[in-house]
């Protein structure tokens, strides 16, 4: 299986701030790479797809990239209903495997 | 608007069978392939496995020998069957559809039910 992790696992901001969250995979996946947003108690939502490519009604302060194993979610502007948990997710081969999360915080 | 919404029992006894069933709604079935994920209280995601509309099926090979997916297009249904559960397999249960680009082979997950939480206890 291919083996996803993010870092960090937490992280503390404040609304307005520029944060980035990363994830390695532990071989190389080409660009299928995946990024997910999940409130508490509701279902993930997709983010960005192939990498870097923002998913139909995504606010353009996500941006995501990388290819191979290193991989970036970027929120350029923090807002309040962002402060949440984020997983990568590769779908270069099976089982498609997800990161453990990183849950941004409020500073 | 494409959705989802999984239901079943949301109690399961230890040894015995989980069977939840996914209703898709405002689109069809077809020409798409339907994962379940599963997530423990408070952990992270697991893909359980794929059933493509037609009916072939990737399961996930930790689960492979305990879980079945299969299909109903006449009922835009998808079910998931998750045998000799264990306190282990208490999670909530996802349905997604997972769009697939078949030029690239790049897939991901754009449509998610709510979700169902599964307890396995006694």
């Known amino acids: 299986d291919i083996q996803m992790t993010q870092s960090p696992s937490s992280l503390s901001a404040s609304v307005g701030d520029r944060i980035t969250i990363t994830c390695r995979a532990s071989q190389s996946i080409g660009n299928y790479l995946n990024w997910y947003q999940q409130k508490p108690g509701k279902a993930p939502k997709l983010l960005i797809y192939?990498?870097?490519n923002l998913q139909n009604g995504v606010p353009s302060r996500f941006s995501g990239s990388g290819s191979g194993a290193d991989f970036t979610l970027t929120i350029s502007s923090l807002q309040p209903e962002d402060f949440t948990t984020y997983y990568c997710?590769?779908?270069?081969?099976?089982?498609?495997?997800f990161g453990q999360g990183t849950k941004v915080e409020i500073k | 608007q494409v959705q989802l919404q999984e239901s079943g029992p949301g109690l399961v006894k230890p040894s015995e069978t989980l069977s939840l069933t996914c209703t898709v709604s405002?689109?069809?079935?077809?020409?798409?392939?339907w994962s379940w994920i599963r997530q423990p209280p408070e952990k992270g995601l697991e893909w359980i496995g794929y059933?493509?509309?037609?009916?072939?099926?990737n399961y996930n090979p930790s689960l492979k020998s305990r879980v079945t997916i299969s299909v109903d297009t006449s009922k835009n249904q998808l079910s998931l069957k998750l045998s000799s559960v264990t306190a282990a397999d208490t999670a909530v249960y996802y349905c997604a559809r997972e769009y697939y680009y078949d030029i690239d082979g790049y897939s991901k997950f754009d449509y998610w039910g709510q979700g169902t939480l599964v307890i396995v206890a006694s």
């Open positions: 059933i493509y509309y037609s009916g072939s099926t």
């Open positions: 997710q590769q779908s270069y081969n099976t089982p498609w495997t």
């Open positions: 192939v990498a870097s």
């Open positions: 405002g689109g069809s079935i077809s020409s798409y392939y």
